[in-house]
């Protein structure tokens, strides 16, 4: 009877001790790959609906595709933070795939009802008649909907469904599976909805999208009493900021290279921070630098050496995160405009297929997948028996860059092929596109390091991947 009551006790203390476990797997690789070709069913084809069906002419229907992925790209670095700092994984998600099934919603009812959208007219005609302000209004409510989607669910899903395990080889594998999920989804999107919206109709294929996403939004919801909630641990840019505002408020102090000399925290963050602050980037140091004015409770004046450390990380990659920004530069390019060169060459394959333009950029994602197989199995192995060493994280970027130029380069002489054909009358084949979406596969996304504590010293490792 004792041992009855001392085991109902111990349940009653800890509530979220059944939580979790591969028993959370089947609602968040389920949601993944509904959320996923609900995405990728209607953000490969964007360029393409705005030209046939609001009558956008194609340099601003790029542009306006080029700000929806430049959002898709950096808002889930926001939701994130919102979901690390304030709210919580789960949270973040319930509420992202409920906003995006409403904006999906609502680009089906554009696609179903005449009034909100123009008039259809043969694209490219001087006659078409250009969308209403109402008609933007709504269509760019409905892109603002589905975008918290991509935003809410692209980190924090990932995060949530790896938070379920406790050891590192099941966060791994789960890792695994969630990759291979996502790249299922992005193509079954970029194929088959695509294909549905080019030859069926863009309201049966934005239909099929609504669909895809409730039924993610339900599975996930049916999970949440075995998921396994994390808990808000504070916005980490705050003590970012307070290394950088206590360092320059101390900018005259005299770095001193005596270890009592430093703050390192209280109680548990006391015991396990670095003795003394690195060498590297020094004027930081005196974040930690103890004064006569500073008091342990005015953390805007004195941190602990440790999170100098972790400000410390932070900044040694800046480098490479504006690096990546420039690159993303010629990808986004290339990319809108191998969707436009796909509209005027010759799509068909045999006389009852015709290639979708959007569906072209289903080439990079099954062509990056066997690029990162053949680097990972053959040339990396490769490369370090050759030269009895791996090539290192920069020497990997650096490939990538070198991608990036040969990309655009044979971009330039496609483009001027299909220049020169249409000057003579002909229309050039699709498939010569073909080979700018292999060169664009192989670019900075194959080559980017596995972890970033390799631009770190050696001491700030426990730092990086704490």
Same mark, same amino acid.
């Given at each position: 009877?004792?041992?009855?009551?001392?085991?109902?006790?111990?349940?009653?203390?800890?509530?979220?001790?059944?939580?979790?476990?591969?028993?959370?797997?089947?609602?968040?690789?389920?949601?993944?790959?509904?959320?996923?070709?609900?995405?990728?069913?209607?953000?490969?084809?964007?360029?393409?609906?705005?030209?046939?069906?609001?009558?956008?002419?194609?340099?601003?229907?790029?542009?306006?595709?080029?700000?929806?992925?430049?959002?898709?790209?950096?808002?889930?670095?926001?939701?994130?933070?919102?979901?690390?700092?304030?709210?919580?994984?789960?949270?973040?998600?319930?509420?992202?795939?409920?906003?995006?099934?409403?904006?999906?919603?609502?680009?089906?009812?554009?696609?179903?009802?005449?009034?909100?959208?123009?008039? =259809?007219?043969?694209?490219?005609?001087?006659?078409?008649?250009?969308?209403?302000?109402?008609?933007?209004?709504?269509?760019?409510?409905?892109?603002?909907?589905?975008?918290?989607?991509?935003?809410?669910?692209?980190?924090?899903?990932?995060?949530?469904?790896?938070?379920?395990?406790?050891?590192?080889?099941?966060?791994?594998?789960?890792?695994?599976?969630?990759?291979?999920?996502?790249?299922?989804?992005?193509?079954?999107?970029?194929?088959?909805?695509?294909?549905?919206?080019?030859?069926?109709?863009?309201?049966?294929?934005?239909?099929?999208?609504?669909?895809?996403?409730?039924?993610?939004?339900?599975?996930?919801?049916?999970?949440?009493?075995?998921?396994?909630?994390?808990?808000?641990?504070?916005?980490?840019?705050?003590?970012?900021?307070?290394?950088?505002?206590?360092?320059?408020?101390?900018?005259?102090?005299?770095?001193?290279?005596?270890?009592?000399?430093?703050?390192?925290?209280?109680?548990?963050?006391?015991?396990?921070?670095?003795?003394?602050?690195?060498?590297?980037?020094?004027?930081?140091?005196?974040?930690?630098?103890?004064?006569?004015?500073?008091?342990?409770?005015?953390?805007?004046?004195?941190?602990?050496?440790?999170?100098?450390?972790?400000?410390?990380?932070?900044?040694?990659?800046?480098?490479?995160?504006?690096?990546?920004?420039?690159?993303?530069?010629?990808?986004?390019?290339?990319?809108?405009?191998?969707?436009?060169?796909?509209?005027?060459?010759?799509?068909?394959?045999?006389?009852?297929?015709?290639? =979708?333009?959007?569906?072209?950029?289903?080439?990079?994602?099954?062509?990056?997948?066997?690029?990162?197989?053949?680097?990972?199995?053959?040339?990396?192995?490769?490369?370090?028996?050759?030269?009895?060493?791996?090539?290192? =994280?920069?020497?990997?970027?650096?490939?990538?860059?070198?991608?990036?130029?040969?990309?655009?380069?044979?971009?330039?002489?496609?483009?001027?092929?299909?220049?020169?054909?249409?000057?003579?009358?002909?229309?050039?084949?699709?498939?010569?596109?073909?080979?700018?979406?292999?060169?664009?596969?192989?670019?900075?996304?194959?080559?980017?390091?596995?972890?970033?504590?390799?631009?770190?010293? =050696?001491?700030?490792?426990?730092?990086?991947?704490?």
């Amino acid at each position: 009877m004792a041992r009855s009551v001392d085991t109902e006790a111990m349940t009653t203390r800890d509530p979220s001790s059944k939580r979790g476990g591969w028993k959370t797997f089947p609602f968040m690789i389920a949601t993944l790959l509904g959320l996923s070709i609900a995405s990728f069913g209607w953000v490969m084809n964007l360029v393409v609906f705005l030209i046939k069906e609001f009558n956008i002419k194609s340099i601003a229907a790029t542009q306006n595709s080029n700000i929806v992925n430049g959002c898709v790209s950096m808002l889930p670095v926001v939701a994130a933070i919102l979901a690390d700092s304030f709210f919580g994984n789960i949270p973040v998600i319930s509420v992202s795939a409920f906003i995006s099934l409403l904006g999906i919603i609502l680009l089906t009812m554009i696609t179903s009802l005449d009034h909100l959208r123009p008039p =259809p007219c043969e694209t490219g005609s001087i006659l078409c008649e250009s969308p209403s302000k109402l008609q933007l209004g709504i269509l760019y409510i409905a892109l603002a909907l589905v975008i918290i989607e991509s935003a809410g669910t692209r980190f924090t899903l990932a995060s949530a469904g790896a938070n379920q395990y406790e050891k590192p080889k099941e966060q791994g594998s789960f890792f695994n599976w969630y990759f291979l999920t996502l790249y299922t989804g992005a193509i079954t999107g970029a194929t088959a909805i695509v294909y549905t919206q080019e030859n069926a109709s863009w309201k049966l294929g934005f239909g099929l999208c609504a669909v895809a996403n409730l039924i993610s939004f339900i599975v996930f919801v049916s999970g949440k009493r075995y998921y396994k909630h994390d808990k808000p641990m504070g916005s980490p840019f705050t003590n970012l900021i307070r290394v950088v505002v206590a360092a320059t408020r101390k900018r005259k102090a005299v770095i001193s290279s005596r270890e009592e000399d430093y703050h390192h925290g209280l109680g548990r963050e006391g015991k396990t921070s670095s003795a003394m602050p690195s060498k590297s980037f020094r004027f930081f140091n005196r974040a930690a630098l103890k004064t006569e004015d500073d008091s342990v409770n005015n953390n805007w004046r004195l941190c602990s050496v440790q999170e100098v450390e972790d400000f410390k990380a932070v900044f040694r990659v800046l480098p490479l995160l504006l690096a990546i920004i420039f690159v993303s530069t010629p990808m986004v390019t290339q990319t809108s405009l191998i969707i436009l060169q796909a509209l005027v060459t010759d799509r068909g394959l045999g006389p009852h297929f015709k290639i =979708p333009a959007g569906s072209l950029q289903v080439i990079v994602i099954i062509t990056a997948c066997i690029v990162i197989l053949m680097n990972n199995c053959l040339v990396y192995p490769m490369y370090q028996k050759l030269a009895h060493k791996p090539l290192t =994280p920069l020497q990997k970027v650096g490939i990538g860059h070198v991608f990036i130029i040969l990309s655009m380069a044979i971009s330039a002489i496609v483009e001027a092929k299909r220049l020169k054909t249409v000057t003579n009358g002909h229309s050039m084949s699709v498939l010569w596109l073909h080979r700018d979406f292999i060169d664009l596969s192989g670019d900075w996304n194959i080559f980017l390091p596995e972890h970033s504590s390799d631009h770190s010293d =050696p001491e700030d490792h426990q730092v990086v991947t704490k």
